[in-house]
């Protein structure tokens, strides 16, 4: 099974600022099946960036991924007042697919 | 647009069984190329992929080793739906279940919170 980590845990920011989340694998994530998510409370996920770094459809293009192998990196250009929530990182490689335990965005 | 609706019961008896529904608009459960998943996510366990079901020239499952003793995954082309049957569950298989749709998981239903209590 491919464990994900990802760090920070809590990142606090700002609207306006810039948000680098990360996300690193136990073993390389061949083909680069790595999907971000953002998740708000009494929500259910939304995918945002699948394939590492292709937005999902209607996703502003403020966010961004990229990286390959083992460590990805979710990018936030300029914070939004609705971009505070929690991001999950997700391997869709190999069975089972595992999730992140998730970074949480909040209001400095 | 593809909606997925959930359906089931809230609470769940131990050792009993777990089962949901989720009937999807705006696609087919029978459609060659998609794919379609189970999720649960509760504070102790975090988002865990549970298993999907998808069509290939025939139905194809595959589940998670931590539940693969206990869980069947469904399709039901009549009613365009695919369901979820958990048996043997504990107060451990309280949490919110998700459906979703494909690899990376672009449609979601809109989750059960379901409760192992007696």
């Known amino acids: 099974e491919i464990v994900l980590t990802q760090s920070p845990g809590t990142l606090s920011l700002s609207p306006g600022e810039r948000a680098t989340l990360s996300c690193t ?15 708000k409370p009494g929500q259910a996920p939304r995918l945002l960036i699948y394939g590492a770094s292709s937005r999902a459809t209607g996703i502003p293009d403020r966010f961004s991924g ?27 490689g190999s069975s089972p697919f ?9 209001i400095k | 647009q593809v909606q997925l609706q959930q ?67 469904n399709p039901d082309t009549s009613k365009n739906q695919f369901s979820l049957h958990l048996n043997s569950v504990t107060p451990e298989d309280t949490a919110v279940y998700y459906c979703a749709r494909g690899y990376a998981f672009e449609f979601w239903g809109q989750g059960t919170v379901v409760t192992v209590s007696s």
């Open chain 1, 25 to 39: 694998a136990s073993q390389s994530v061949s083909s680069n099946p790595l999907a971000w998510y953002q998740q």
């Open chain 1, 66 to 92: 990229s990286g390959s192998g083992t460590d990805f990196t979710l990018t936030i250009s300029r914070l939004e007042p609705e971009d505070f929530a929690v991001y999950y990182c997700q391997q869709y």
């Open chain 1, 98 to 106: 595992t999730f992140g335990p998730g970074t949480k965005v909040d």
């Open chain 2, 7 to 73: 359906s089931g019961p809230g609470l769940v008896k131990p050792s009993q069984t777990l089962s949901l529904t989720c009937a999807i608009s705006g696609d087919s459960v029978s459609r060659n190329t998609a794919v379609w998943n189970w999720i649960r996510q509760s504070p102790s366990r975090g988002l865990e992929w549970l298993g999907r079901t998808y069509y290939r020239s025939k139905w194809y499952n595959d589940y998670a080793v931590s539940v693969k003793s206990r869980i069947t995954i």
